[in-house]
């Protein structure tokens, strides 16, 4: 059965196809924009090319949810009042450009998805995104030392690359490591500037992966992304992201049970093929024993729980607006500023209750709508707000993780609506036929690109 008609006017009036060649460069050539030191301070720039391509044609539908992503934007410019020093600015207008380039990624592929017939070519850029962090991960593996000075770290006046959150962004390195351990663990990073936002990612985008394989059923493309799968475990694993593996597991249950409940075979079978991946590779990395030698060599978990108590302590000062961003004291254990170690203390420090509220709605809102998928992709890709909530405690998203979740859920919100339309459009069965087995919507959404 062909595909039901995209989103589009009919007629002269009809919008011309937003471009697709913007994601990709966006998020394909993430190896050559780690490799420039581009890769934090261009993100903001990428996206606001996509957002003058759609102020230019016009007529651009805003995703479900929307509004309590507008509303937390409001709060975090709100909280600029509360910054304690000028020289804060930059760093705040940076965290505040990732925010609103979130919202932009995920109103373009909401409207490039709902105006086209074919979708798989949409969620490809998100593929390419992924086979990037693979391969820098690898390099993570192969060499852990390696360092370098970026054009953009020597383009940029010292007064700027002096301070530390910039620096981190824009000096090239593979993975983290102690300096002053004799037996150091290798955690790949690359290509992000903490191995945290690796793991992030990580979880964030594997879903997603996992749907393209099951929307297109041939292709070279396809092939590579499942070849990439085993590949990309012992980076990942190295990594030894507790929040990883938790957001993941989290995610992979409620499929499992959503699977269970609802008898589909094929997600029950993808969920235990990547749960038979994962356990291959833990028998030859010993996961456990390197998280314990690392837990028991650092006082990472003392370190964040004196962060969060001092959040907690000080928010009461500033409940409604925050403090602006993190800030330096000398009354916690960990180096780290507080309000770091974790995307929920970073806006309930920075920008206050109202704000956290707001965040956090916008991901409970996009996980209740992408529940409403029926296909198996659509269910693997519901399934990346509720990684995003597992993993707000431990991990920051003030970077490309949190456009990739918006990208995943900009993508889930026009494929669910497609079935939904297409399930509304079926012609009804003849009456002697109306008790034979429905017809899944996945299997109705085949396209002439063999995609599924």
């Excluded at 399934?383 to 970077?399: A, D, E, H, K, S």
Aim: hydrophobic letters at 55%.
């Amino acid at each position: 059965m062909a595909d039901l008609p995209a989103a589009r006017l009919p007629g002269p009036d009809r919008l011309p196809l937003l471009p697709l060649w913007p994601l990709f460069l966006m998020f394909g050539l993430t190896p050559l924009w780690w490799a420039t030191g581009t890769f934090y301070l261009g993100w903001p720039l990428l996206g606001g090319l996509l957002f003058a391509l759609m102020a230019t044609r016009g007529r651009v539908p805003l995703p479900p949810a929307t509004t309590f992503w507008l509303l937390f934007l409001a709060m975090v410019v709100l909280s600029g009042i509360r910054l304690a020093t000028v020289s804060a600015l930059l760093t705040f207008g940076l965290r505040l450009s990732f925010y609103v380039t979130a919202l932009i990624v995920c109103a373009y592929v909401y409207s490039a998805a709902r105006e086209r017939d074919v979708l798989t070519p949409v969620l490809a850029p998100l593929g390419a995104f992924w086979l990037g962090i693979v391969l820098l991960g690898w390099l993570g593996v192969l060499a852990p030392r390696f360092a370098m000075t970026t054009p953009m770290e020597l383009i940029l006046p010292g007064g700027i690359t002096s301070n530390p959150f910039i620096r981190d962004m824009i000096h090239l390195h593979t993975a983290e490591y102690s300096l002053r351990s004799l037996n150091p663990i290798y955690r790949p990073a690359a290509p992000f500037a903490y191995t945290n936002n690796y793991g992030s990612a990580y979880a964030l985008v594997l879903p997603c992966v996992v749907a393209f394989v099951m929307l297109r059923r041939r292709g070279l493309f396809r092939t590579v992304l499942l070849i990439s799968l085993p590949l990309s475990l012992p980076p990942a694993f190295l990594t030894l992201n507790r929040g990883m593996f938790l957001s993941v597991g989290v995610g992979l249950a409620f499929l499992g049970v959503r699977a269970t409940l609802r008898g589909n075979v094929r997600v029950a079978a993808s969920i235990v093929g990547v749960v038979v991946l994962g356990a291959l590779a833990m028998v030859f990395i010993p996961i456990g024993e390197l998280i314990n030698q690392r837990v028991s060599s650092s006082d990472t978990n003392t370190d964040r729980l004196s962060l969060y108590v001092e959040v907690l302590r000080r928010v009461g000062q500033s409940p409604l607006l925050g403090f602006g961003a993190p800030a330096n004291v000398d009354t916690v254990s960990a180096e780290a500023p507080i309000g770091t170690q974790g995307q929920l203390w970073m806006v309930l420090f920075s920008h206050g209750v109202p704000a956290l509220l707001f965040f956090i709605g916008w991901f409970v809102a996009a996980f209740v709508i992408c529940l409403k998928a029926s296909s198996p992709a659509g269910q693997w890709l519901a399934v990346v707000p509720l990684i995003g909530l597992v993993q707000l405690p431990f991990y920051g998203m003030v970077n490309q993780n949190l456009t990739a979740a918006f990208f995943a859920v900009g993508f889930a919100l026009a494929l669910s609506e497609r079935e939904r339309a297409l399930a509304r459009w079926r012609p009804p069965l003849p009456r002697n036929r109306r008790r034979s087995a429905p017809v899944p919507a996945s299997g109705l959404l085949l396209s002439r690109g063999g995609a599924a």
